[in-house]
């Protein structure tokens, strides 16, 4: 079966529908499909829960999927960039699941290893805990968290073969990784698609495995928060 398609568009037909659960890697902008996502945006898919790290920003990422009103629920870590994001969650026009990140990071990795739920000592004993068993191991109180999964996980890397074998470059080696496996289907956009046998074995990230379609894009690679040091005076 041939993985490659032409555009992020025909990547995504005949996978989308009204009150899918999509995850979307990323870590801020860094990483983001930013095409898939625009696509997304495009197909006019309504109703969406989205279980992203953060929302991105107004007007770029999954920011744009919050100005088009087309997610209803957000399942993430953090969200203090997006000004949208905020209004409509105080307004009560937008669902909220928040995360700690690293128990947001095992919900979705346990999802891809078929782990229905583990326990946790983070967030015992607040807001986080409420409404979830809680057990008591050595001692100690863990809750239970839920593992993760989604009927379309969209990842970016940074080169994929023609079988969907991925390498993730640096900070972008973020959610994908896990995020391609929790996916019922899994859509990647990459920077490269070299032939099968280019990549060496042991610098493969994510096995094809779990990549059903593969698309080329191109990306602006926003900066969310730019700060440079002050040059020193002679």
């Not at 991105?56 to 087309?70: S, W």
């Not at 994929?160 to 993730?168: K, Q, R, S």
């Not at 990647?188 to 046998?197: F, H, K, T």
């Amino acid at each position: 079966m041939r993985k490659i398609f032409a555009d992020a568009r025909s990547a995504l037909a005949g996978l989308t529908f009204d009150g899918m659960t999509v995850m979307a890697g990323g870590f801020g902008l860094c990483g983001i499909p930013e095409n898939l996502i625009a696509a997304l945006r495009d197909s006019g898919v309504k109703g969406i829960t989205v279980i992203s790290n953060n929302a991105g920003v107004d007007g770029f990422g999954l920011g744009q999927l919050l100005e088009t009103r087309q997610i209803r629920k957000m399942i993430s870590s953090y969200v203090g960039e997006n000004k949208e994001f905020e209004r409509q969650y105080l307004a009560g026009e937008l669902e909220l699941e928040f995360n700690p990140q690293g128990t947001l990071a095992e919900r979705i990795r346990a999802g891809g290893a078929g782990i229905p739920a583990f326990f946790t000592a983070t967030g015992v004993g607040t807001l986080v805990a409420e409404g979830k068993e809680v057990r008591e191991f050595d001692g100690r109180q863990y809750v239970m968290e839920t593992g993760l999964v989604a009927d379309l996980s969209i990842v970016k890397a940074w080169k994929a073969d023609e079988e969907g074998n991925l390498v993730f470059r640096k900070t972008a080696r973020n959610f994908n990784p896990m995020m391609a496996t929790a996916g019922k289907v899994c859509v990647a956009e990459v920077e490269e698609i070299v032939p099968c046998g280019a990549i060496d074995p042991d610098q493969v990230h994510t096995p094809g495995i779990y990549i059903d379609r593969i698309v080329k894009g191109t990306f602006e690679k926003r900066i969310e928060q730019r700060t440079v040091r002050q040059r020193e005076t002679a």
